[in-house]
C-alpha cells in the first residue's frame, strides 16, 4: 500500500475515538483536498449559536482543561456552537493546521465523557476547512478562541456538548534550523510554501538505507508507537519520477511502526517535531524485490523528504 494523504480528522470523529478509550487515525484518502474547502469562504461557515450551547456554564482558562455544567437532558436537534472567550491575532484560514484542547459531556446526563489535547494528553493538528465540523463551530475564529458545541444524537451516538479551545497554529511546512546537506545524498530546493523538489545525484542506485536530517526542529522527540502528523514527497530512484506525495492535498498521520513500509518508520524514528528529513530506501525496507513496472514499487529504491508537523503519544485504555 502505498502512502497516500491523510484527510484532517473532524472533531465528531474524535468524539468516537474518545469513546472508544483508545485513538487510531482514519483511513488515508488521496481525493482529499483542502483546496476545495478554501472555495467556500471560512467565515460564513460558522453554524448559529442556540439556547442548548448558551444554557452552558464554562470554568477555566483557555489552553486548560475546563468544567462544563448545565441542566441535563439538552434536547439537541442540530449542531449549535457558542463563543465563550474570543482569541487574538490573525483569523484562521481555509487548510490551516490548528492544535486544540476539548472536554466531552453527554448533552443527556452531564456527565463528563473526558477530554484531550492538553498538557496531559497531547493530540495531532487537524486541517481546518468550511466543510468540517471544526470549520462549522469556529469559522474564521483567531487562537485563543473557546466555543461550547452541541452535536445531536445520531444512530451511531448519543448527543454530546463539547467544550472546545483552538489553542494555536502550526506551520504547514518544518520550520527547524537548516542542517549542513550530507555528502552523496539528493539535494532539495525548496518552494515557497515549502513543498520540496529533489534532485538525484550521478550515480549507482544506493543498495543501503540511510537518511539525514535537512532543518532540526525544537520539538517533541518522535518513539516508537507515537502518533506523528507529516508531509512527505516521494520519488523513485529508478524512474527519477513523483510517485506520491501530501503537498496540495492533506498531511498524513500515522502511527509510528505501523501502516506504512519500514523505511517510512525509520525516516521519522527519533527525529524532532518541526525537522525535516531526506531518506533513501532501499527495497529492502520499502516494497519489496521484485520486477520494476511503472505501476508498481516492488524492486525500487525511494526517497522521501518527510517535514514533520507534529507527535503524539499513544493513548492508553
Known amino acids: 500500500m502505498r502512502i497516500r494523504p491523510l484527510a484532517a480528522l473532524s472533531v465528531a470523529a474524535l468524539s468516537a475515538v474518545l469513546l472508544a478509550g483508545c485513538t487510531t487515525p482514519s483511513e488515508p484518502d ?37 468544567t462544563a455544567t448545565f441542566t441535563a437532558p439538552l434536547e439537541v436537534t442540530e449542531l449549535q456552537s457558542t463563543i465563550v472567550e474570543e482569541g487574538s491575532g490573525d483569523p484562521v484560514a481555509a487548510g490551516d493546521l490548528v492544535t486544540l484542547g476539548f472536554s466531552a459531556y453527554s448533552a443527556e446526563t452531564g456527565e463528563e465523557l473526558g477530554s484531550f489535547g492538553y498538557a496531559d494528553s497531547p493530540q495531532l493538528p487537524q486541517q481546518i476547512s468550511a466543510e468540517s465540523a471544526l470549520g462549522q463551530m469556529f469559522g474564521c475564529a483567531t487562537p485563543g478562541t473557546r466555543v461550547v458545541a452541541a452535536f445531536p444524537a445520531s444512530a451511531e451516538a448519543a448527543g454530546e456538548v463539547y467544550i472546545i479551545d483552538l489553542i494555536d497554529v502550526v506551520p504547514s511546512a518544518a520550520w527547524g534550523e537548516e542542517q549542513e546537506p550530507a555528502d552523496g545524498m539528493p539535494t532539495v530546493e525548496l518552494a515557497d510554501d515549502g513543498q520540496p523538489s529533489v534532485t538525484l545525484p ?95 514499487l516492488k524492486g525500487q529504491t525511494l526517497v522521501f523528504v518527510v517535514d514533520i ?8 485504555q
Open 30 to 66: 488521496a481525493s482529499a483536498s483542502p483546496s476545495a474547502s478554501a472555495a467556500v469562504d471560512l467565515c460564513d461557515a460558522q453554524v448559529a449559536s442556540g439556547p442548548e450551547t448558551e444554557s452552558v456554564t464554562v470554568e477555566g482558562e483557555v489552553g486548560q482543561k475546563s
Open 309 to 316: 508537523l507534529g507527535s503524539a503519544p499513544p493513548v492508553t
Open 202 to 296: 550521478e550515480g549507482d542506485i544506493p543498495t543501503e538505507f540511510e537518511k539525514a536530517t535537512l532543518k532540526k526542529g525544537d520539538g517533541a522527540v518522535v518513539a516508537a508507537g507515537d502518533q506523528v502528523l507529516v508531509q512527505y514527497h516521494g520519488v523513485s530512484w529508478n524512474t527519477g519520477e513523483v510517485f506520491d506525495e501530501s503537498w496540495g492535498a492533506a498531511p498524513f498521520g500515522f502511527t509510528v511502526g505501523s501502516g506504512v513500509v519500514q523505511g517510512f518508520t525509520d525516516a521519522v524514528l527519533g527525529e524532532t517535531v518541526g525537522s525535516q528529513v531526506i531518506a533513501v530506501l532501499p527495497p529492502s525496507v520499502a516494497y519489496g524485490e521484485g520486477e520494476i513496472t511503472d505501476a508498481d
